[in-house]
């Protein structure tokens, strides 16, 4: 992308903003094209993994459904066993799985809608050790055969990690906030990586017809 007159690179700042702008125009040594590039393929980058991330996303949740429903039944939202074994608020000030699942059957007729309507926080919050024993050490590995890891503790703690990480980018991403100090090509291979585990047929998929592998290399 190429600005040619400095009257159109000034408007376009302008419209964008000074302090935002900001941290463009210093990764690129003042050089006021050269932001705008990096700006664009920024958004277009943003963009592109926002589809990896939503298949990745959407595996792990239903991972999580397929067994909770194995364990608590298939209205597992509403059973009340399942809800005293999340934590509440006096456990955690600020984010509360046990309300956040109350607050959203709550408004929801069915476990699918429940499902859809959970924050991406609770599905990473099923992955600690609280669930080890009635969950994870029984059906984590069947749950997600193709690892290279050999116990429950360690594939969970992998599989905790990683959804942090695309946590913290599905949230730059929202907020249009900068990605391009990030390691994109590791966030991309990690999404991947999460889906293949469960799938193999879905993240070959997601890599024929995910664009951010192309976007990465087109960096300014």
């Known amino acids: 992308m190429s600005y040619a007159k400095p009257a159109t690179q000034t408007a376009i700042h302008a419209s964008l903003s000074g302090p935002r702008m900001s941290t463009y125009l210093q990764a690129a040594s003042g050089d006021m094209k050269v932001a705008l590039d990096l700006y664009g393929w920024n958004a277009r980058a943003s963009a ?79 992955f600690t050790a609280r669930h080890d024993e009635r969950i994870w050490e029984p059906a984590i590995l069947s749950l997600f055969p193709h690892t290279s890891l050999s116990t429950a503790a360690s594939l969970r703690g992998r599989i905790y990690g990683d959804l942090e990480a695309i946590r913290l980018l599905r949230n730059r991403i929202a907020h249009h906030e900068p990605i391009f100090s990030r390691n994109l090509g590791d966030d991309l291979q990690r999404v991947i990586e999460l889906v293949d585990m469960r799938c193999t047929e879905t993240s070959g998929w997601v890599r024929d017809i995910e664009t951010a592998s192309t976007i990465l290399q087109e960096r300014p």
């Open 48 to 126: 592109a993994l926002m589809l990896p991330a939503h298949f990745a996303e959407v595996t792990v949740r239903n991972a999580v459904s397929e067994v909770l429903t194995a364990v608590y039944g298939p209205d597992w939202p509403w059973n009340s066993t399942f809800e005293g074994s999340l934590p509440g608020t006096s456990q955690n000030r600020g984010y509360s799985p046990r309300r956040d699942l109350v607050a959203t059957r709550n408004n929801e007729p069915t476990t699918g809608k429940v499902i859809a309507e959970l924050k991406f926080v609770f599905w990473q919050k099923m």
